[in-house]
């Protein structure tokens, strides 16, 4: 038995969640798939189960792409203030974390719930458990093949998502359809993933693990630099916190990250000045600036001993050691890889689809939206945003 309907959109996270329920309130008939038999998991284990749904200040500025400018115009056309007024409607408490970050007073399920409200207003047929077999274009028509029966309409659209997360779920079943229709894909990498080090160079730092503080992280080039303020943790393989999820969108393999461990202190120079006034031992001194387990085993690192007073220390060994704290140079051998990212980095290249509307311009009908696209927000909520503007684009076109 075969199915006509207007639209086909394949994967019920968020941005295919949105687009279908702005399609079906448009009076399209949508069909909504997704191969898991639970709706939505990112968004249920997100935040912590709190779903950080947006960010206040999410812009162009806060997302990484090959081609930058893409974004803008779903994202001017469809801003936070828009999904809070959703949520406004369904009488959903929201609090403000940090920087503009927005999380569930109670629970991620309430987004979800939401959602699918939203989609049965516009009466969405969605079905879950629900497998593709083919995917073929056929006069005008796209025809799904599914283990639920064949399904064919007028619009297509892909919201997969990335290769983050597999054991919630994720495949490559995008990109395999953007192959399929000769479209490129800018390389996946794994983003917003703890960053990893070789096991003999990172011994020395295991006694580290589990300290955690402010710092500022950089990496890259002029043409494409990360730099950031947030949270570093130290970890028994690596870094991790906020700081490098961060950076690690912007990290490439085999450079360097550089790290300011104490941003708002000079250290070297408050170390010359205490030598000069000061009787106390270096431990005690760079305690004062450093968690005391951390100044502890960043002296024994570097070959320094914290019982020495530091009025008997030369100033260009107070220097280094302030260079240590302050321009930390370090390189990672890799990543915990896609199954600690929040997101995927690269996909299908946005030069291909038309920034109004989502669609291939070489294939009428088709779409791509969310993270399945070449477009990767900063951590703190920018992510969903792009996924509801994305899925708006797409929902009002097709």
């Known amino acids: 038995?075969?199915?006509?309907?207007?639209?086909?959109?394949?994967?019920?996270?968020?941005?295919?969640?949105?687009?279908?329920?702005?399609?079906?309130?448009?009076?399209?008939?949508?069909?909504?798939?997704?191969?898991?038999?639970?709706?939505?998991?990112?968004?249920?284990?997100?935040?912590?189960?709190?779903?950080?749904?947006?960010?206040?200040?999410?812009?162009?500025?806060?997302?990484?792409?090959?081609?930058?400018?893409?974004?803008?115009?779903?994202?001017?056309?469809?801003?936070?203030?828009?999904?809070?007024?959703?949520?406004?409607?369904?009488?959903?408490?929201?609090?403000?974390?940090?920087?503009?970050?927005?999380?569930?007073?109670?629970?991620?399920?309430?987004?979800?719930?939401?959602?699918?409200?939203?989609?049965?207003?516009?009466?969405?047929?969605?079905?879950?458990?629900?497998?593709?077999?083919?995917?073929?274009?056929?006069?005008?028509?796209?025809?799904?093949?599914?283990?639920?029966?064949?399904?064919?309409?007028?619009?297509?659209?892909?919201?997969?998502?990335?290769?983050?997360?597999?054991?919630?779920?994720?495949?490559?079943?995008?990109?395999?359809?953007?192959?399929?229709?000769?479209?490129?894909?800018?390389?996946?990498?794994?983003?917003?993933?703890?960053?990893?080090?070789?096991?003999?160079?990172?011994?020395?730092?295991?006694?580290?693990?589990?300290?955690?503080?402010?710092?500022?992280?950089?990496?890259g080039t002029k043409k494409q630099r990360g730099y950031f303020r947030e949270d570093l943790l130290f970890t028994h393989r690596g870094l991790s916190g906020p700081a490098v999820l961060q950076i690690s969108s912007y990290w490439q393999q085999g450079s360097e990250i550089r790290i300011n461990l104490l941003p708002e202190v000079g250290l070297a120079e408050q170390l010359i000045q205490e030598k000069a006034s000061s009787r106390k031992n270096l431990g005690n001194v760079v305690a004062q600036y450093l968690p005391a387990r951390l100044a502890e085993g960043w002296l024994q690192l570097g070959g320094y001993q914290a019982d020495q007073r530091i009025s008997d220390m030369q100033d260009k060994t107070l220097r280094a050691l302030g260079d240590s704290v302050n321009n930390w140079k370090i390189t990672p051998n890799g990543s915990e890889g896609y199954r600690k990212a929040e997101v995927t980095r690269g996909g299908v290249d946005t030069r291909t689809l038309s920034q109004q509307t989502m669609m291939v311009k070489a294939v009428p009908g088709l779409y791509f939206i969310g993270e399945s696209v070449d477009v990767t927000g900063w951590l703190g909520g920018y992510n969903f945003q792009w996924a509801w503007a994305s899925g708006v684009a797409a929902g009002q076109s097709v």
Not at 4 to 16: K, M, N, P, T, W
Not at 160 to 170: C, M, V
């Open 1 to 219: 038995m075969i199915k006509q309907v207007d639209v086909v959109v394949i994967g019920a996270g968020a941005a295919g969640l949105m687009c279908a329920a702005v399609a079906g309130q448009r009076g399209k008939r949508v069909v909504l798939i997704d191969h898991a038999s639970v709706l939505a998991e990112k968004i249920r284990i997100s935040g912590g189960g709190r779903c950080n749904f947006t960010n206040l200040y999410a812009g162009p500025a806060n997302y990484l792409s090959d081609n930058p400018h893409f974004c803008k115009s779903a994202l001017a056309r469809y801003t936070p203030q828009n999904f809070l007024s959703l949520m406004k409607r369904y009488h959903i408490a929201y609090h403000e974390k940090h920087k503009g970050q927005l999380f569930c007073t109670d629970s991620a399920e309430q987004i979800i719930h939401m959602l699918r409200e939203e989609c049965q207003a516009g009466g969405v047929d969605l079905k879950l458990s629900c497998h593709i077999k083919q995917l073929s274009r056929q006069e005008e028509l796209f025809c799904i093949s599914t283990d639920q029966g064949e399904i064919r309409a007028a619009s297509l659209v892909i919201a997969t998502g990335g290769l983050s997360i597999p054991k919630i779920g994720a495949t490559d079943f995008a990109f395999r359809i953007a192959k399929q229709f000769d479209l490129p894909v800018i390389a996946p990498t794994p983003a917003l993933v703890p960053l990893t080090f070789e096991s003999t160079d990172w011994q020395t730092f295991v006694p580290l693990a589990g300290i955690s503080l402010e710092v500022d992280i950089e990496t």
